[in-house]
């Protein structure tokens, strides 16, 4: 029973999705193990918790893996419900919440692609970032804060958005050395700034977070090779498929 | 206290239809706005600014938007005639596979859809192995969550329907009864089903909307 019911994190130190988890299980208090994955070498275990997409992070509670980020950030609150919330209770306010987690992906895409896009494309690709950060300011300004300014985040009260968010904050540090862009502009998009800035302060978030220098230097390497980040299922053509399913 | 309940659709999405189902499973009324997706309404792009989408579903006023966030507001909302698992790690597995079907599985058979015939054969590749995988999913069990229709059925409803459509205007067979037998008896029991079966859109102006959309996106690749 022991040896069952304990969890166990496999990841890895630079994804931010791994970073999610971590930090949703810290916040709740729950005791885990951590596993980093190589990708370039997956373990067997790996692939056997996640065959279907071979990815991190994969969290494994009572021997049975979950898998996606946030449905391990949903599994999590709804296993431990005790402490900190993830998500309210009430169902509206839990739509609000899944509908701005699937919007935070969407916008964490869009800055996949300003990483990966040739200098030609980078203003372009910028302006896109830029967009989606004022969409998810105001949207999320209305119902997330009360009195609007992060004191939740100042109790370390974390919810799944902060989570979601904070997971990338190395990241896109380092992604605007690296590409010599702002991605996080205070005078474009202040709220979102000041949020982040709010959260960077956490000693929990220090601690879990990779070091700035390690994440420079990852994601030169990235660049220079050529790798693309978030290179999935995600890359497709949402045109054609929004088509197939919504349009008359 | 009445509720008002409206439900955003159009006529064909796949989408759509997981709500119009979960509401019939739940015994829930509503009024129907049908949106022309070239003339939004109005009220479709009040109540969903950002995506200007359908489904949106409007609960006393309060929009709820993307269908299966939609899907979870209704389980949570009406609590009767569960669709989800109560149980957080089979729930788990309910959201990952929805998600595969919206992802990958949507891709692959939208890639094969558009593909010219020369290219169907590779095309087909990445499509069928994602059909192993819900196979796998549906063993020993007539509907996804055992006997009765649930969340993913819903959220592969829009598939049940769709693969006939690209069956007859290709001229393939993609599931077939050999290859892969449950999922085969899913498709045939859910399409039966007597919550599902009278939401059906056409199939005659399915055939021709589908038919007339793989044309432009083939004439559209065509090198000039």
Same mark, same amino acid.
């Given at each position: 029973?022991?040896?069952?019911?304990?969890?166990?994190?496999h990841?890895t130190w630079?994804?931010?999705?791994?970073?999610?988890?971590?930090?949703a299980?810290k916040?709740?208090?729950?005791?885990?193990?951590?596993v980093?994955?190589?990708?370039r070498?997956?373990?067997?275990?790996?692939?056997k918790?996640?065959?279907?997409?071979?990815?991190v992070?994969?969290?494994?509670?009572?021997?049975?893996?979950?898998?996606?980020s *946030?449905?391990?950030?949903?599994? %999590? #609150?709804e296993?431990?419900p005790?402490?900190?919330?993830?998500?309210? !209770?009430?169902p509206y @306010?839990?739509a609000k919440?899944r509908?701005?987690?699937?919007y935070?992906?969407?916008?964490?895409?869009?800055?996949?692609?300003?990483?990966?896009?040739?200098?030609?494309?980078q203003?372009k690709?910028?302006?896109e970032?830029?967009?989606k950060?004022?969409?998810?300011?105001?949207?999320?300004?209305?119902?997330?804060?009360?009195?609007?300014?992060p004191?939740?985040?100042?109790?370390?009260?974390?919810?799944?958005?902060d989570?979601?968010?904070v997971?990338h904050?190395?990241?896109?540090?380092?992604?605007e050395? *690296?590409?010599?862009?702002?991605? %996080? #502009?205070?005078?474009?998009?202040?709220f979102?700034a000041?949020?982040? !800035?709010a959260?960077? @302060?956490?000693?929990?978030v220090?601690?879990?977070l990779?070091?700035h220098?390690?994440m420079v230097?990852?994601?030169?390497?990235?660049?220079q090779?050529?790798?693309?980040?978030?290179?999935?299922s995600?890359?497709?053509?949402?045109?054609?498929?929004?088509?197939?399913?919504s349009?008359? | 206290?009445?509720?008002?309940?409206k439900?955003?659709?159009?006529?064909?999405?796949?989408?759509?239809?997981?709500?119009v189902?979960?509401?019939?499973?739940?015994?829930i009324?509503?009024?129907?706005?049908f949106e022309?997706?070239?003339n939004?309404?109005?009220?479709?792009?009040?109540?969903?600014?950002?995506h200007?989408?359908?489904?949106?579903?409007?609960?006393?006023?309060?929009?709820?938007?993307?269908?299966?966030?939609?899907l979870?507001?209704?389980d949570?909302?009406?609590?009767?005639?569960?669709?989800?698992?109560?149980?957080p790690?089979?729930?788990?597995?309910a959201r990952f596979w929805?998600?595969?079907?919206?992802?990958?599985?949507?891709?692959?058979?939208?890639?094969?859809?558009?593909?010219r015939?020369?290219d169907?054969d590779?095309?087909a590749v990445?499509?069928?192995?994602?059909?192993?995988?819900?196979?796998?999913?549906?063993?020993?069990?007539?509907?996804?969550?055992?006997?009765?229709?649930?969340?993913?059925?819903?959220?592969?409803?829009?598939f049940?329907?769709?693969?006939?459509?690209?069956?007859e205007?290709?001229?393939?067979?993609?599931?077939?009864?050999e290859?892969?037998?449950h999922?085969?008896s899913?498709?045939q029991h859910?399409?039966?089903?007597p919550v599902?079966?009278?939401?059906?859109?056409?199939?005659d102006?399915?055939?021709?909307?589908f038919?007339?959309?793989?044309?432009?996106?083939?004439a559209a690749?065509?090198?000039?």
């Open positions: 029973m022991g040896e069952e019911s304990k969890a166990v994190v990841g630079a994804s931010a999705f791994t970073k999610r988890v971590e930090l299980l916040i709740k208090g729950i005791p885990f193990e951590y980093e994955e190589n990708l070498n997956k373990s067997p275990l790996l692939l918790y996640n065959p279907v997409h071979k990815k992070p994969v969290l494994v509670h009572n021997g049975k893996p979950i898998c996606e *946030v449905i391990i950030l949903e599994y %999590i #609150d296993t431990w005790s402490g900190t919330k993830l998500l309210p !209770q009430e @306010q839990r919440f509908f701005w987690a699937a935070i992906e969407q916008l964490l895409e869009s800055v996949a692609k300003l990483f990966n896009a040739e200098k030609a494309a203003g690709a910028l302006e970032v830029h967009e950060l004022r969409i998810l300011e105001d949207g999320v300004k209305e119902f997330y804060f009360v009195e609007k300014s004191d939740h985040v100042h109790a370390e009260k974390l919810g799944m958005l989570i979601m968010m997971g904050l190395v990241a896109f540090k380092a992604q050395e *690296v590409l010599g862009v702002k991605i %996080i #502009d205070p005078e474009k998009n202040p979102i000041s949020w982040i !800035q959260l960077i @302060q956490l000693p929990i220090k601690e879990t990779p070091p220098d390690n230097g990852l994601l030169q390497f990235v660049k090779t050529g790798i693309k980040l978030m290179d999935k995600r890359g497709h053509d949402r045109g054609l498929e929004s088509k197939l399913q349009s008359t | 206290m009445a509720e008002e309940v439900l955003f659709r159009t006529w064909s999405s796949g989408y759509a239809l997981r709500i189902w979960a509401l019939k499973l739940k015994g009324e509503y009024e129907t706005i022309d997706l070239t939004k309404s109005p009220s479709l792009l009040q109540y969903n600014p950002i200007g989408k359908v489904p949106v579903l409007v609960h006393d006023g309060k929009p709820v938007c993307e269908s299966l966030v939609i979870e507001y209704v949570e909302t009406w609590k009767h005639n569960p669709l989800l698992p109560q149980d790690c089979e729930k788990s597995m929805a998600n595969f079907g919206d992802d990958k599985l949507m891709k692959s058979i939208s890639q094969l859809f558009i593909a015939e020369k169907q590779v095309a990445e499509a069928l192995e994602n059909l192993k995988l819900v196979e796998e999913q549906l063993k020993g069990k007539k509907f996804f969550h055992g006997e009765t229709i649930g969340y993913l059925d819903l959220a592969f409803g829009w049940a329907d769709f693969v006939s459509i690209l069956e205007i290709m001229s393939l067979k993609l599931v077939d009864g290859r892969f037998p999922l085969s899913w498709i859910f399409i039966d089903a599902i079966r009278d939401c059906w859109p056409p199939r102006k399915m055939i021709i909307k038919q007339v959309m793989r044309e432009k996106y083939l690749a065509t090198p000039k």
